[in-house]
């Protein structure tokens, strides 16, 4: 019974793991490979410790694989998320696809101060304008 | 085909082939952030494969290391943020 639970979890920990793998090699621009790879493969390497503690069926090993778990669950959204401010800082283009940009003209761009939104709208509406003249 | 065979033969090379496919990426940019996500996933597949390892080696002690892979990983993207932002910020 236990042995038929590691089999399966660790085909899905390996298949989320290789989704994780393909998603970073086919996804069109940074923001998508971010996304792809925080979610897949937290999940994928989650299924794969769970895996690793059903089979040792010890205290002190699920104890650490708990631990595993709930730093890779905390700490990978606060990692993509740095990591995803600052590929917008660097000027990374988004995909020639994107629907919609929501912090556009809402970052200053030499200090990196959030402006609030009707200063970033007004910002955006000049733009425009002199694109126009 | 019993766990341990399973486990060589069909999960390690599929988490294998994951991280080569992922080391592809990292050599093929383009930018620097797509570098940074690229090692921060091989680490994290690396979690994995030390996981399967101490299963099929018998040896729970392998896990301690995968929780220190953990903690290198956090910071590394975190250092790699920091300073790739304060790179071109300017303060008046």
């Given amino acids: 019974m236990s042995e038929l639970l590691i089999y399966i979890l660790s ?7 290789m989704l994780a793998a393909i998603g970073i090699l086919r996804m069109p621009d940074a923001f998508l490979r971010i996304s792809v790879t925080t979610k897949a493969a937290t ?8 895996a690793a503690a059903l089979y040792f069926n010890d205290f002190s090993v699920s104890t650490r694989v708990q631990a595993i778990i709930i730093f890779i669950i905390l700490t990978a959204p ?5 990591i995803g401010r600052t590929s917008y800082f660097l000027g990374n283009k988004m995909w020639k696809n994107s629907v919609i940009d929501d912090l556009e003209g809402k970052y200053d761009k030499k200090n990196h101060k959030l402006l609030s939104e009707d200063v970033a ?3 955006i509406r000049e733009k ?3 694109e126009k003249k | 085909m019993n766990l341990h065979d399973y486990l060589y033969y069909i999960i390690l090379p599929i988490l294998s082939l994951s991280s080569l496919v992922v080391f592809i990426r990292f050599l093929i940019g383009p930018g620097i952030v797509d ?5 921060d996933l091989v680490i994290t597949i690396g979690i994995g494969i ?3 390892y101490s299963i099929i080696n018998d040896k729970p002690t392998f896990l301690d290391i995968a929780t220190i892979l953990a903690l290198i990983a956090f910071l590394g993207t975190v250092a790699f943020a920091y300073y790739l932002e304060k790179r071109n910020k300017k303060d008046e």
Avoid at chain 1, 43 to 50: A, K
Avoid at chain 1, 78 to 82: D, E, I, P, R, Y
């Fill in chain 1, 121 to 123: 709208e007004k910002n």
């Fill in chain 1, 43 to 50: 999940l994928g390497v989650g299924l794969l410790l769970g």
């Fill in chain 1, 128 to 130: 425009k304008e002199e």
């Fill in chain 1, 11 to 17: 085909t899905l920990g390996a298949i989320f793991a």
């Fill in chain 2, 50 to 52: 030390i996981a399967i």
């Fill in chain 1, 78 to 82: 606060v990692g993509a998320h740095l």
């Fill in chain 2, 35 to 39: 570098r940074v996500v690229a090692l």
